[in-house]
């Protein structure tokens, strides 16, 4: 009996790995499934309620020797033929103008979000990845398999409040590269601070990042799994307030003896015609 408990449990465990996608497997581990979302997302640099049900990664230290005040969490959805990419972050440092010297492809040296992917999943060195600088001013610049200007294809939107150093990011990446539902690709994120941010001054970097050491190495980025796991924003719960109209009681009949008699008195008379019809 117990060989045979055996037995069942092995079989019930083949099918199981038989069962798992072939895109679960990944060199470097995996974030997490990115949830499928078939609605319309506007990519206006603000945090829809969509987003919520996405896949969210933390931001932490990049290294000690590059700690840093500020934090960012990235939200990632998909819809099949785009990948959606949120970040909602807060600068530690005060949010100014940027010098003219860390324009484009320099933009890592200052206050930007560094953005990767590795659409196949199997990169071999860092160059096969793309590259994405967005800056709070509204640019966006690529970089190495990036050549080829994909950031043109790119709907990117900021939103910042210098105020009180919160900004939000929004992405929309269309897939290239055999990316699709039920793959992986590969992603990895660093958030810029420039602790001296100014257009006169020099640049004082500080680093978070969703994968600490690793940059722009697409080889050792870690997954996503495009999941076919479908999210849907909940229905609208306003319940309906409407009121019955308002009625007016009904006042109650008065007694009037004069209406009373002649009812009794066209009572009488029909008896009369009946009793004379019967005859």
């Known amino acids: 009996m117990k060989r045979l408990a055996v037995m069942a449990m092995a079989l019930v465990m083949i099918v199981c790995a038989l069962a798992l996608p072939a895109s679960a497997v990944t060199a470097n581990g995996l974030y997490g499934n990115v949830p499928l979302y078939k609605g319309t997302i506007n990519v206006d640099g603000k945090m829809d309620e969509i987003y919520k049900q996405g896949l969210k990664i933390e931001a932490v230290d990049y290294s000690e020797k590059y ?9 990632l959805l998909h819809d099949g033929k785009n990948l959606y990419v949120l970040i909602d972050a ?5 949010i100014s103008d940027y010098n003219p010297k ?7 040296n200052t206050t930007c979000i560094e953005f990767f992917l590795d659409w196949s999943d199997a990169a071999a060195k860092a160059a096969d990845g793309y590259k994405y600088y967005a800056r709070l001013d509204g640019g966006l610049f690529g970089g ?3 050549a080829d200007k994909p950031e043109s294809q790119t709907t990117y939107k900021v939103t910042v409040d210098k105020a009180t150093g919160k900004f939000v990011m ?11 539902t039920g793959k992986n690709i590969g992603i990895n994120m660093m958030f ?10 020099n640049a004082t970097r500080s680093i978070r990042g969703i994968l600490p050491g690793v940059g722009n190495d697409a080889q050792k980025f870690k997954s996503v799994t495009l999941s076919n796991t479908e999210v849907k924003l909940a229905a609208a719960t306003t319940a309906a307030t409407t009121k019955a109209p308002a009625t007016k009681p009904t006042a109650p009949a008065t007694f009037d003896a004069g209406i009373v008699l002649a009812v009794v008195a066209a009572a009488a008379g029909a008896g ?7 005859k």
């Open 90 to 94: 807060k600068s530690g440092y005060p």
């Open 102 to 108: 860390y324009d484009g492809a320099a933009s890592w």
């Open 170 to 180: 929004e992405f929309q990446f269309p897939m290239r590269d055999g990316a699709a």
């Open 272 to 278: 009369v015609v009946v009793s004379k019809k019967r």
């Open 144 to 146: 190495y398999k990036a």
């Open 67 to 75: 700690a840093s005040d500020s934090r960012a969490d990235v939200y």
């Open 192 to 201: 810029d601070s420039d602790k001296t941010m100014g257009k006169d001054k």
